[in-house]
């Protein structure tokens, strides 16, 4: 049995992976099985914690996330098999109790913050890609996604970004994007990057 291709994308917070992913998606998925894993998800469990002391949590930090358990699906998912993937819950800052069958699939595209900064998680991918955005139009865009979608007030977001998502973006992120094999500027608008990368993918899933 073929194993599954897994596409790694990183960059910092909303640098435009999401859009990446979702145009790569929307390719593949007519004549491929294709899934969208989210780092994100494998934010590490809280419910141990108050809110109080949840929210101090740093999210921007590679230690909020359960690397292990997504590396254990990762490959997992390499040798098509299923897992039980966790959601995680923006509001209460915890583990969501929910969690999603994903079966195995051709194609996995794995995007998050760390994708590329973790040793682990990057061995596991065949195409590492790096989403290049300013950092005025990231901050802009995550202050609007926050705001709208995850009940955030400005000042809490403002004051998250100058506290932790800057100075991590700065320490983890931004020096993760030597182990690129593609660097895309920004983000999903580079539709020239995107179709470049589009049959690289195409090149690999078909041998």
Do not use: W
């Amino acid at each position: 049995m073929k194993e599954a291709i897994i596409i790694g994308i990183a960059g910092g917070s909303a640098s435009g992976k999401t859009s990446i992913a979702m145009q790569l998606y929307d390719y593949f998925k007519g004549n491929h099985k294709v899934k969208i894993i989210k780092q994100d998800d494998y934010y590490k469990d809280q419910s141990h914690l108050t809110f109080e002391e949840r929210v101090k949590t740093n999210y921007d930090h590679p230690l909020a996330f359960d690397t292990d358990l997504l590396v254990d699906h990762l490959k997992k998912l390499k040798n098509k098999e299923t897992i039980e993937k966790p959601t995680y819950d923006y509001t209460l800052h915890t583990r969501s109790d929910i969690t999603e069958t994903v079966e195995g699939r051709d194609v996995i595209i794995l995007e998050g913050i760390f994708v590329l900064a973790e040793e682990k998680v990057r061995a596991l991918c065949d195409i590492l890609v790096y989403v290049d955005t300013a950092s005025d139009i990231r901050f802009i865009r995550r202050l609007k996604r926050d705001i709208e979608e995850r009940g955030r007030s400005v000042d809490s977001v403002c004051n998250q970004y100058l506290n932790t998502v800057r100075p991590m973006h700065e320490q983890f992120i931004e020096p993760s994007k030597k182990y690129a094999h593609i660097i895309i500027p920004e983000g999903g608008s580079n539709h020239v990057a995107v179709d470049l990368l589009i049959t690289k993918i195409k090149s690999i899933v078909d041998e």
